[in-house]
């Protein structure tokens, strides 16, 4: 199952995506506009007997044509049709919010020298209005690793950086081992392939293209670049999500507090999106949380203990039935599958497609808010809810005591929220997943496991995090991840079934 053993079927890929990028190169003119010449060794620059200011020209001149179109002539005369070389620093100064100068001062050569990414900063969107994925689920791939981090670290790091525009829209991402992923992400040294050569250390440390097909969604990093997972050297978790921002089809923001700004700056880790980058993500693809339409908010009648009331409602499949349906959290509660999305409750009895829903505070008075985790404990008929770092303690249909802090499971506090959780009765065992890790909680001691947390990715294999809900059922674990249920066989350690969440309501 490794992702970088096969490498026959890696060529055939890559070919095959070679070819279609030859093809977008010549019908669309890329997505970005790329240096086509490679760089000159940073050891010719030293010993060649130019002036610095020549230098310098060269440079800009470089950088204009990569990322703002300029063409210079060949032959250093300028034709009339073509903007000069003033007027694009021009445009490039207005960019970086410097002055109009049109020469190359100080300040503006100081940002040409700042490392930053390899897309253009003005890709002419209006030919493409509209290029964005068509599903929520995209599904994304690393082929070629760097040596500069662990094979785990950069795996973590990668979701988290899909996490962070997971978290803000309603996409999900989806780990593939198969080359052929939405968003194949690789580690490549100057001249890969693609007429884009890296250029050693600094200047250019990465690039991305734009939704599509073949080549479209991947992203290339500059394998010379010292990445790192920590605030020295180029943080790989800040740049991937950069670069994924145009995977997913955002250009370059002139605001600096952007994940889109193309020059690299640290930045705090947490809260990487700017109020812009939030607004520029919901535009393509709307908010995260789409509430349930007003339809489905229908009365309902006796709200008092409904749970197993056996009062049945009739209820309209439409929604439910949508196969981009996700969910925030499902449990089983006895004989009942519990799905919760938002502050809404659907609950389905075994082997019925009858269906009871409402706001959850129609079951639960106490709830209010939406629900991350759940899962049941069948000893003790008892089921706990997660919200951020607050759970609740549910048994019948009642709220016991008030909501209490995560931390008595034995959580760290930068633990924030609990993406799902899983009780196997068999083992005693509550699984707890948040993000790409787990945790394992052992109810009978009520002690966290001393290995906890662990990596998803490598205790199963084929599921990797955020997950948004799991449940244990008739001896297997159930994965929801975006709209896909994973059926997984702990013991085989393998995914055994795979289908839409809409299956579990007889769509
Ligand atoms: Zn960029
Ligand atoms: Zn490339």
Known sequence: MSSRTDHSEATVVWRGKMQVLLYLVSVFGLFGQYRLTPLPHPDDELVLPTKPAQNDLSLATKYLEQFYSFKADPMGRRRRSRPSFS?????????????????????????????????????????????????????????????????????????????????ASPLSFLRSYSHQADIMVEFFRNDHGDSFPFDGPEGTLAHAYGPGEGIGGDVHFDEAEAWTAGPKGFNLYIVAAHEFGHALGLKHSQNPESVMYPTYKQRKTHNLLSSEDIVNINTLYGPRNKSPSPSLRFNWNNPSNPWYSGSFFPVSLKEICNPDLTFDA??????????????????????????????????????????????????????????????????GSQVKGRARNIKSFGFPSWVQQIDAAVHIHRTAHTLFFTQHLYWRYNEHFKSMNDSSPRNISEDFPGINGPISAAIYKDGSLHFFVGSDVYKYDIKQKEIIGAEKTTSWFGC
Not at 330 to 354: C, M, P, S
Not at 361 to 367: A, E, K, L, R, V
Not at 376 to 393: C, D, E, H, M, S
Request: with cysteine; net charge positive.
């Open 87 to 167: 007027s694009k620093l021009k445009d490039m100064q207005s960019f970086f919010g410097l002055n109009r100068t049109g020469t190359l001062n100080p300040e503006t050569l100081a940002v040409i020298r700042t490392p930053r990414c390899g897309v253009s900063d003005v890709e002419d969107y209006s030919h493409r209005r509209g290029n964005r994925w068509k599903r929520n689920l995209i599904t994304y791939g690393v082929g070629r690793y760097t040596s500069h981090l662990p094979v785990n670290t950069v795996d973590s790091l990668i979701a988290s950086a899909l996490d962070v525009w997971a978290k």
């Open 330 to 395: 499902v449990t089983t509660v006895g004989e009942a599958l519990f799905f919760f999305r938002d502050k809404y409750l659907w609950i389905k009895h075994n082997n019925q497609n009858d269906i009871k829903e409402g706001p959850i505070s129609n079951f639960m008075p106490n709830i209010d808010r939406q629900i991350d985790a759940a899962y049941w404990v069948p000893q003790r008929a008892t089921a706990y809810l997660f919200n951020g770092t607050i759970f609740w303690t549910v048994k």
